[in-house]
Protein backbone atom coordinates (compact mmCIF):
# COMPACT_ATOMS: atom_id res chain seq x y z
CA UNK A 1 0.00 0.00 0.00
CA UNK A 2 1.08 3.02 -0.81
CA UNK A 3 0.23 6.87 1.16
CA UNK A 4 1.94 8.50 -1.37
CA UNK A 5 0.30 10.69 -3.99
CA UNK A 6 1.56 10.66 -7.81
CA UNK A 7 3.12 13.78 -9.41
CA UNK A 8 0.26 14.08 -11.32
CA UNK A 9 -1.95 14.58 -8.13
CA UNK A 10 0.67 16.48 -6.56
CA UNK A 11 0.78 18.55 -9.36
CA UNK A 12 -3.28 19.41 -9.33
CA UNK A 13 -3.06 19.90 -5.56
CA UNK A 14 -0.58 22.79 -6.12
CA UNK A 15 -2.66 24.48 -8.78
CA UNK A 16 -5.82 24.20 -7.28
CA UNK A 17 -4.40 25.32 -3.95
CA UNK A 18 -2.92 28.26 -5.84
CA UNK A 19 -5.78 29.19 -7.99
CA UNK A 20 -8.47 28.67 -4.49
CA UNK A 21 -5.71 31.38 -2.44
CA UNK A 22 -5.62 33.96 -5.27
CA UNK A 23 -8.87 33.46 -7.23
CA UNK A 24 -11.56 32.56 -4.84
CA UNK A 25 -10.26 32.94 -1.38
CA UNK A 26 -10.10 36.87 -1.50
CA UNK A 27 -14.28 37.15 -2.60
CA UNK A 28 -15.28 34.00 -0.19
CA UNK A 29 -16.63 36.21 2.61
CA UNK A 30 -18.50 38.83 0.22
CA UNK A 31 -20.11 36.09 -2.00
CA UNK A 32 -21.27 34.50 1.31
CA UNK A 33 -22.66 37.64 2.60
CA UNK A 34 -24.42 38.71 -0.99
CA UNK A 35 -25.41 34.97 -1.86
CA UNK A 36 -23.52 35.56 -5.36
CA UNK A 37 -22.95 32.95 -7.94
CA UNK A 38 -19.81 34.05 -9.69
CA UNK A 39 -20.20 32.55 -12.97
CA UNK A 40 -16.10 34.00 -14.01
CA UNK A 41 -14.80 31.66 -10.88
CA UNK A 42 -16.12 28.32 -12.51
CA UNK A 43 -15.13 30.07 -15.89
CA UNK A 44 -11.25 30.17 -14.86
CA UNK A 45 -11.96 26.56 -13.29
CA UNK A 46 -13.10 25.74 -17.23
CA UNK A 47 -9.64 27.25 -18.82
CA UNK A 48 -7.58 25.47 -15.97
CA UNK A 49 -9.01 22.08 -17.01
CA UNK A 50 -10.99 21.71 -13.31
CA UNK A 51 -14.05 21.22 -14.99
CA UNK A 52 -13.52 17.95 -16.53
CA UNK A 53 -10.66 16.15 -14.26
CA UNK A 54 -12.53 12.51 -14.63
CA UNK A 55 -13.07 12.62 -18.34
CA UNK A 56 -11.05 10.94 -20.93
CA UNK A 57 -9.70 14.00 -23.59
CA UNK A 58 -12.19 12.77 -26.30
CA UNK A 59 -14.71 13.67 -24.36
CA UNK A 60 -13.21 17.40 -23.45
CA UNK A 61 -11.90 16.33 -19.85
CA UNK A 62 -7.67 15.82 -18.89
CA UNK A 63 -8.33 11.99 -18.48
CA UNK A 64 -6.77 12.31 -14.53
CA UNK A 65 -8.47 10.19 -12.11
CA UNK A 66 -11.12 10.41 -8.96
CA UNK A 67 -9.12 10.72 -6.29
CA UNK A 68 -7.45 14.19 -8.22
CA UNK A 69 -10.78 15.33 -8.74
CA UNK A 70 -11.37 15.26 -4.91
CA UNK A 71 -8.32 16.71 -4.31
CA UNK A 72 -9.72 19.98 -5.99
CA UNK A 73 -13.07 19.67 -4.49
CA UNK A 74 -10.94 19.88 -1.20
CA UNK A 75 -8.80 22.26 -2.18
CA UNK A 76 -11.84 24.68 -3.34
CA UNK A 77 -13.45 23.74 -0.06
CA UNK A 78 -10.57 24.63 2.45
CA UNK A 79 -11.22 28.60 1.40
CA UNK A 80 -14.70 28.40 0.38
CA UNK A 81 -17.57 25.35 0.17
CA UNK A 82 -19.88 26.90 -1.93
CA UNK A 83 -17.03 27.03 -4.97
CA UNK A 84 -16.51 23.16 -3.85
CA UNK A 85 -20.08 22.35 -3.77
CA UNK A 86 -20.33 24.12 -7.49
CA UNK A 87 -17.60 21.61 -8.81
CA UNK A 88 -18.73 18.59 -7.44
CA UNK A 89 -22.41 18.74 -8.67
CA UNK A 90 -21.32 19.51 -12.14
CA UNK A 91 -18.45 16.50 -12.16
CA UNK A 92 -20.32 14.16 -10.01
CA UNK A 93 -23.67 14.43 -10.38
CA UNK A 94 -24.31 15.93 -13.88
CA UNK A 95 -21.14 14.47 -15.82
CA UNK A 96 -20.73 11.31 -14.02
CA UNK A 97 -24.31 9.51 -14.99
CA UNK A 98 -24.18 10.90 -19.06
CA UNK A 99 -20.47 9.62 -18.87
CA UNK A 100 -21.37 6.33 -17.87
CA UNK A 101 -24.87 5.80 -19.36
CA UNK A 102 -24.90 8.25 -22.17
CA UNK A 103 -24.82 7.73 -26.08
CA UNK A 104 -21.92 9.09 -28.21
CA UNK A 105 -23.91 11.18 -29.15
CA UNK A 106 -24.86 12.57 -26.06
CA UNK A 107 -21.45 12.18 -24.43
CA UNK A 108 -20.27 14.54 -27.77
CA UNK A 109 -23.67 17.31 -26.92
CA UNK A 110 -23.59 17.50 -23.16
CA UNK A 111 -20.44 15.79 -21.60
CA UNK A 112 -18.02 17.62 -23.36
CA UNK A 113 -19.04 21.10 -23.21
CA UNK A 114 -19.66 20.54 -19.24
CA UNK A 115 -16.31 18.97 -19.29
CA UNK A 116 -15.05 21.91 -20.69
CA UNK A 117 -16.34 24.06 -18.61
CA UNK A 118 -18.35 26.14 -21.17
CA UNK A 119 -21.98 24.81 -19.52
CA UNK A 120 -22.34 24.21 -16.09
CA UNK A 121 -24.37 20.73 -14.77
CA UNK A 122 -26.74 20.23 -12.17
CA UNK A 123 -29.16 17.29 -10.79
CA UNK A 124 -32.60 16.89 -9.80
CA UNK A 125 -33.62 14.10 -7.87
CA UNK A 126 -35.34 15.46 -4.75
CA UNK A 127 -38.77 16.72 -4.83
CA UNK A 128 -41.26 18.66 -1.77
CA UNK A 129 -42.31 15.17 -0.72
CA UNK A 130 -39.57 12.48 -1.55
CA UNK A 131 -36.12 13.21 0.39
CA UNK A 132 -34.85 10.52 1.94
CA UNK A 133 -37.37 8.67 0.13
CA UNK A 134 -36.11 9.10 -3.24
CA UNK A 135 -38.27 6.66 -4.96
CA UNK A 136 -41.88 8.10 -3.68
CA UNK A 137 -40.83 10.95 -6.49
CA UNK A 138 -43.78 12.65 -8.30
CA UNK A 139 -42.51 13.70 -11.46
CA UNK A 140 -44.00 12.14 -14.34
CA UNK A 141 -42.99 11.68 -18.11
CA UNK A 142 -45.41 10.51 -20.13
CA UNK A 143 -44.72 9.25 -23.96
CA UNK A 144 -46.04 11.15 -26.72
CA UNK A 145 -44.81 9.74 -30.50
CA UNK A 146 -40.69 10.12 -30.33
CA UNK A 147 -40.98 12.93 -27.03
CA UNK A 148 -41.76 12.86 -23.69
CA UNK A 149 -44.08 15.23 -21.38
CA UNK A 150 -42.47 16.12 -18.06
CA UNK A 151 -44.90 17.12 -15.44
CA UNK A 152 -43.62 18.19 -11.77
CA UNK A 153 -41.21 19.63 -9.31
CA UNK A 154 -37.69 18.92 -8.24
CA UNK A 155 -36.45 21.15 -4.82
CA UNK A 156 -33.25 21.95 -3.57
CA UNK A 157 -31.27 21.62 -6.55
CA UNK A 158 -27.59 22.40 -6.51
CA UNK A 159 -26.20 24.87 -9.39
CA UNK A 160 -30.11 25.62 -10.75
CA UNK A 161 -30.66 28.64 -12.43
CA UNK A 162 -27.02 29.27 -13.16
CA UNK A 163 -26.56 25.42 -15.00
CA UNK A 164 -27.40 24.68 -18.62
CA UNK A 165 -27.62 20.97 -18.11
CA UNK A 166 -29.79 19.40 -16.32
CA UNK A 167 -29.80 15.41 -15.13
CA UNK A 168 -33.73 14.53 -13.69
CA UNK A 169 -35.63 11.78 -12.88
CA UNK A 170 -39.10 11.64 -13.60
CA UNK A 171 -42.09 8.13 -13.91
CA UNK A 172 -42.40 7.15 -17.19
CA UNK A 173 -44.44 4.04 -15.67
CA UNK A 174 -45.90 5.78 -12.05
CA UNK A 175 -47.85 2.54 -11.18
CA UNK A 176 -44.18 0.72 -11.52
CA UNK A 177 -42.74 2.99 -8.50
CA UNK A 178 -39.06 3.50 -8.91
CA UNK A 179 -38.89 0.78 -11.35
CA UNK A 180 -40.81 3.18 -13.58
CA UNK A 181 -38.32 5.86 -13.21
CA UNK A 182 -36.36 7.28 -16.26
CA UNK A 183 -33.42 10.01 -16.30
CA UNK A 184 -33.61 12.34 -18.84
CA UNK A 185 -31.54 15.46 -19.73
CA UNK A 186 -32.69 18.62 -20.05
CA UNK A 187 -31.55 22.08 -21.53
CA UNK A 188 -31.81 25.26 -19.66
CA UNK A 189 -33.69 26.82 -22.57
CA UNK A 190 -36.34 24.05 -23.16
CA UNK A 191 -39.95 25.32 -22.87
CA UNK A 192 -41.92 24.56 -20.05
CA UNK A 193 -38.96 23.93 -18.22
CA UNK A 194 -38.70 26.61 -15.58
CA UNK A 195 -36.83 27.87 -12.22
CA UNK A 196 -38.61 28.21 -9.33
CA UNK A 197 -38.04 29.75 -5.63
CA UNK A 198 -34.31 30.56 -4.75
CA UNK A 199 -33.28 29.41 -1.17
CA UNK A 200 -31.66 31.56 1.08
CA UNK A 201 -29.27 29.20 3.03
CA UNK A 202 -27.64 28.68 6.60
CA UNK A 203 -24.09 28.25 4.48
CA UNK A 204 -22.95 27.32 0.94
CA UNK A 205 -24.33 30.75 0.10
CA UNK A 206 -22.38 31.49 -2.96
CA UNK A 207 -23.75 28.17 -4.01
CA UNK A 208 -27.13 28.33 -5.91
CA UNK A 209 -30.18 26.28 -4.78
CA UNK A 210 -33.37 26.56 -6.74
CA UNK A 211 -36.66 24.63 -7.02
CA UNK A 212 -37.02 23.18 -10.65
CA UNK A 213 -40.40 22.96 -12.88
CA UNK A 214 -41.49 21.13 -15.53
CA UNK A 215 -45.19 22.50 -17.02
CA UNK A 216 -45.41 20.04 -20.38
CA UNK A 217 -41.97 20.17 -20.38
CA UNK A 218 -41.19 18.01 -24.00
CA UNK A 219 -38.15 16.45 -24.70
CA UNK A 220 -36.81 14.15 -27.57
CA UNK A 221 -36.04 11.02 -26.59
CA UNK A 222 -32.84 11.93 -27.63
CA UNK A 223 -33.00 13.43 -24.35
CA UNK A 224 -33.64 10.10 -22.12
CA UNK A 225 -30.20 8.87 -20.60
CA UNK A 226 -30.19 4.86 -20.43
CA UNK A 227 -33.64 3.08 -20.81
CA UNK A 228 -36.93 4.03 -19.49
CA UNK A 229 -37.10 2.01 -16.08
CA UNK A 230 -33.49 2.36 -15.24
CA UNK A 231 -33.93 5.88 -13.40
CA UNK A 232 -34.03 4.72 -10.44
CA UNK A 233 -30.27 2.94 -10.46
CA UNK A 234 -28.59 5.71 -12.60
CA UNK A 235 -29.65 7.91 -9.62
CA UNK A 236 -28.45 5.75 -7.12
CA UNK A 237 -25.27 4.74 -8.78
CA UNK A 238 -24.35 8.60 -9.57
CA UNK A 239 -24.80 9.49 -5.77
CA UNK A 240 -22.55 6.63 -4.96
CA UNK A 241 -20.09 8.69 -6.42
CA UNK A 242 -21.27 12.27 -5.63
CA UNK A 243 -21.26 11.39 -1.71
CA UNK A 244 -17.66 11.08 -2.13
CA UNK A 245 -17.01 14.50 -3.86
CA UNK A 246 -18.93 15.85 -0.61
CA UNK A 247 -16.61 13.64 1.52
CA UNK A 248 -14.31 15.70 -0.20
CA UNK A 249 -15.83 18.95 0.21
CA UNK A 250 -16.00 18.25 4.36
CA UNK A 251 -12.33 17.24 4.54
CA UNK A 252 -11.39 20.62 3.09
CA UNK A 253 -13.81 22.86 5.29
CA UNK A 254 -12.50 20.91 8.35
CA UNK A 255 -8.85 21.11 6.74
CA UNK A 256 -9.56 25.10 6.34
CA UNK A 257 -11.33 25.37 9.57
CA UNK A 258 -8.36 23.41 10.91
CA UNK A 259 -5.32 25.69 9.40
CA UNK A 260 -6.87 28.62 10.56
CA UNK A 261 -7.31 27.44 14.27
CA UNK A 262 -3.41 26.41 14.29
CA UNK A 263 -2.50 29.91 13.00
CA UNK A 264 -4.72 31.76 15.53
CA UNK A 265 -3.37 29.19 18.22
CA UNK A 266 -0.07 30.21 17.66
CA UNK A 267 -0.48 34.00 17.67
CA UNK A 268 -3.07 34.50 20.53
CA UNK A 269 -1.63 34.97 23.96
CA UNK A 270 -3.57 34.78 27.13
CA UNK A 271 -2.00 34.60 30.30
CA UNK A 272 1.60 35.38 29.42
CA UNK A 273 1.46 32.33 26.42
CA UNK A 274 0.18 31.25 23.16
CA UNK A 275 -3.06 29.88 23.91
CA UNK A 276 -2.07 27.13 21.75
CA UNK A 277 0.73 25.76 23.90
CA UNK A 278 -2.17 25.50 26.52
CA UNK A 279 -3.50 22.12 27.29
CA UNK A 280 -6.86 23.17 26.99
CA UNK A 281 -6.44 24.29 23.25
CA UNK A 282 -3.50 22.01 21.86
CA UNK A 283 -5.36 18.40 22.79
CA UNK A 284 -8.16 20.14 21.17
CA UNK A 285 -5.63 20.81 17.97
CA UNK A 286 -4.83 17.53 18.35
CA UNK A 287 -8.39 16.14 18.05
CA UNK A 288 -9.12 18.20 15.10
CA UNK A 289 -5.92 17.08 12.88
CA UNK A 290 -6.33 13.29 13.59
CA UNK A 291 -10.13 13.55 12.47
CA UNK A 292 -9.32 15.38 9.44
CA UNK A 293 -6.46 12.83 8.48
CA UNK A 294 -8.98 9.95 8.98
CA UNK A 295 -11.44 11.66 7.02
CA UNK A 296 -8.97 12.05 4.46
CA UNK A 297 -7.94 8.49 3.77
CA UNK A 298 -11.56 7.13 4.07
CA UNK A 299 -12.11 10.08 1.31
CA UNK A 300 -8.91 8.83 -0.81
CA UNK A 301 -9.84 5.61 -0.53
CA UNK A 302 -12.92 4.97 -2.01
CA UNK A 303 -11.72 7.30 -4.45
CA UNK A 304 -9.13 5.39 -5.67
CA UNK A 305 -11.19 1.88 -5.45
CA UNK A 306 -13.18 4.05 -8.03
CA UNK A 307 -10.25 4.93 -10.10
CA UNK A 308 -9.07 1.02 -9.76
CA UNK A 309 -12.76 -0.45 -10.80
CA UNK A 310 -13.69 -1.74 -7.55
CA UNK A 311 -16.76 -1.32 -5.42
CA UNK A 312 -17.20 2.08 -4.21
CA UNK A 313 -21.05 2.27 -2.77
CA UNK A 314 -19.89 1.42 0.73
CA UNK A 315 -16.64 3.29 1.00
CA UNK A 316 -18.71 6.38 -0.17
CA UNK A 317 -20.81 6.35 2.41
CA UNK A 318 -18.53 5.95 4.79
CA UNK A 319 -16.46 8.58 3.71
CA UNK A 320 -19.29 11.46 3.37
CA UNK A 321 -20.53 10.38 6.57
CA UNK A 322 -17.92 10.45 8.82
CA UNK A 323 -16.28 13.36 7.14
CA UNK A 324 -19.55 15.21 7.11
CA UNK A 325 -19.53 14.67 10.98
CA UNK A 326 -16.25 15.78 11.64
CA UNK A 327 -16.27 18.74 9.56
CA UNK A 328 -19.25 19.67 11.79
CA UNK A 329 -17.57 18.95 15.21
CA UNK A 330 -13.94 20.18 13.68
CA UNK A 331 -15.46 23.72 13.04
CA UNK A 332 -17.19 24.02 16.31
CA UNK A 333 -14.33 23.48 17.74
CA UNK A 334 -12.25 26.07 15.48
CA UNK A 335 -15.34 28.68 16.65
CA UNK A 336 -14.16 28.39 20.26
CA UNK A 337 -10.50 28.22 19.77
CA UNK A 338 -11.12 31.85 18.54
CA UNK A 339 -13.47 32.67 20.75
CA UNK A 340 -15.63 35.72 20.64
CA UNK A 341 -13.68 36.19 17.82
CA UNK A 342 -14.79 33.01 16.01
CA UNK A 343 -18.67 34.32 16.66
CA UNK A 344 -17.69 37.27 14.64
CA UNK A 345 -17.57 37.86 10.66
CA UNK A 346 -13.90 39.07 11.03
CA UNK A 347 -12.55 35.87 10.69
CA UNK A 348 -13.51 32.84 8.38
CA UNK A 349 -14.61 30.23 10.93
CA UNK A 350 -18.22 31.07 11.54
CA UNK A 351 -18.99 30.79 7.62
CA UNK A 352 -16.82 27.38 7.35
CA UNK A 353 -19.09 26.25 10.81
CA UNK A 354 -22.38 27.65 8.95
CA UNK A 355 -21.36 25.97 5.70
CA UNK A 356 -20.36 22.38 7.03
CA UNK A 357 -23.63 21.73 8.41
CA UNK A 358 -24.75 20.54 4.85
CA UNK A 359 -22.61 17.82 4.00
CA UNK A 360 -24.50 16.17 7.02
CA UNK A 361 -27.71 17.12 5.24
CA UNK A 362 -27.13 16.45 1.26
CA UNK A 363 -26.74 13.38 -1.36
CA UNK A 364 -28.69 11.54 1.42
CA UNK A 365 -27.97 12.18 4.98
CA UNK A 366 -25.73 10.72 7.62
CA UNK A 367 -28.49 8.26 8.41
CA UNK A 368 -29.39 7.70 5.00
CA UNK A 369 -25.81 6.66 4.96
CA UNK A 370 -25.71 4.50 7.89
CA UNK A 371 -28.98 2.64 6.16
CA UNK A 372 -26.91 3.07 2.96
CA UNK A 373 -24.07 0.52 4.87
CA UNK A 374 -25.60 -1.41 7.08
CA UNK A 375 -27.37 -2.81 3.83
CA UNK A 376 -24.29 -3.32 2.09
CA UNK A 377 -22.80 -5.23 5.46
CA UNK A 378 -26.01 -7.63 5.77
CA UNK A 379 -25.78 -8.15 2.20
CA UNK A 380 -22.09 -9.29 2.30
N1 LIG B 1 -26.58 1.09 -7.05
C1 LIG B 1 -27.37 0.38 -7.89
N2 LIG B 1 -28.65 0.05 -7.60
C2 LIG B 1 -29.13 0.44 -6.40
C3 LIG B 1 -28.36 1.19 -5.48
C4 LIG B 1 -27.04 1.49 -5.84
N3 LIG B 1 -26.24 2.18 -5.04
N4 LIG B 1 -29.10 1.45 -4.39
C5 LIG B 1 -30.30 0.89 -4.61
N5 LIG B 1 -30.32 0.27 -5.83
C6 LIG B 1 -31.39 -0.47 -6.45
C7 LIG B 1 -31.70 -1.72 -5.65
O1 LIG B 1 -30.87 -2.79 -6.02
C8 LIG B 1 -33.15 -1.97 -5.97
O2 LIG B 1 -33.22 -2.59 -7.24
P1 LIG B 1 -34.35 -3.68 -7.61
O3 LIG B 1 -35.66 -3.00 -7.49
O4 LIG B 1 -34.02 -4.10 -8.99
O5 LIG B 1 -34.20 -4.78 -6.59
C9 LIG B 1 -33.70 -0.56 -6.13
O6 LIG B 1 -32.58 0.29 -6.41
C10 LIG B 1 -34.39 -0.07 -4.89
O7 LIG B 1 -33.50 -0.17 -3.82
P2 LIG B 1 -33.95 -0.06 -2.31
O8 LIG B 1 -35.08 -1.01 -2.07
O9 LIG B 1 -32.74 -0.17 -1.46
O10 LIG B 1 -34.55 1.41 -2.32
P3 LIG B 1 -35.24 2.27 -1.18
O11 LIG B 1 -36.47 2.87 -1.73
O12 LIG B 1 -35.30 1.48 0.07
O13 LIG B 1 -34.21 3.50 -1.01
C11 LIG B 1 -32.26 4.66 -0.26
C12 LIG B 1 -32.87 3.36 -0.81
C13 LIG B 1 -30.79 4.32 -0.10
C14 LIG B 1 -32.83 5.10 1.06
C15 LIG B 1 -32.45 5.78 -1.32
O14 LIG B 1 -33.78 6.19 -1.41
C16 LIG B 1 -31.58 6.99 -1.03
O15 LIG B 1 -30.39 7.00 -1.35
N6 LIG B 1 -32.16 8.05 -0.40
C17 LIG B 1 -31.45 9.29 -0.21
C18 LIG B 1 -31.64 10.17 -1.42
C19 LIG B 1 -30.49 11.10 -1.61
O16 LIG B 1 -29.34 10.80 -1.34
N7 LIG B 1 -30.81 12.28 -2.15
C20 LIG B 1 -29.80 13.24 -2.47
C21 LIG B 1 -30.35 14.21 -3.46
S1 LIG B 1 -29.12 14.92 -4.47
C22 LIG B 1 -28.34 16.11 -3.58
O17 LIG B 1 -28.50 16.23 -2.40
C23 LIG B 1 -27.39 16.90 -4.41
C24 LIG B 1 -26.95 18.20 -3.87
O18 LIG B 1 -27.69 18.98 -3.31
C25 LIG B 1 -25.54 18.57 -4.11
Redesign the pocket.
Known sequence: MFFKLSDEQEMIRKMVRDFAENEVAPTAAERDEEERFDREIFDQMGELGLTGIPWPEEYGGIGADYLSYCIAVEELSRVCASTG?TL??HTS?AGWPIYKFGTEEQKQRFLRPLAEGTKLGA?G??EPGS?????NMKTTAVKEGDDYILNGSKI???NAGEAEIYVVFALTEPEQK??GCTAFIIEKNTPGFFMGKKESKLGIRSSP?LEIIFDNCRVSKENRLGEEGDG??IA??T??G??NG?AAQAVGIAQGALDASVNYAKDRKQFGKPIGVQQGIAFKLADMATKVEASRLLTYQAAWRESEGLSY?KESAMSKLFAGDTAMEVTVEAVQVFGGYGYTKEYPVERFMRDAKITQI????NE?QR??IS?MLLKD
Open positions: VSALYLTGSDAAFITHKTFKMMLDGRIGYEGTILVK
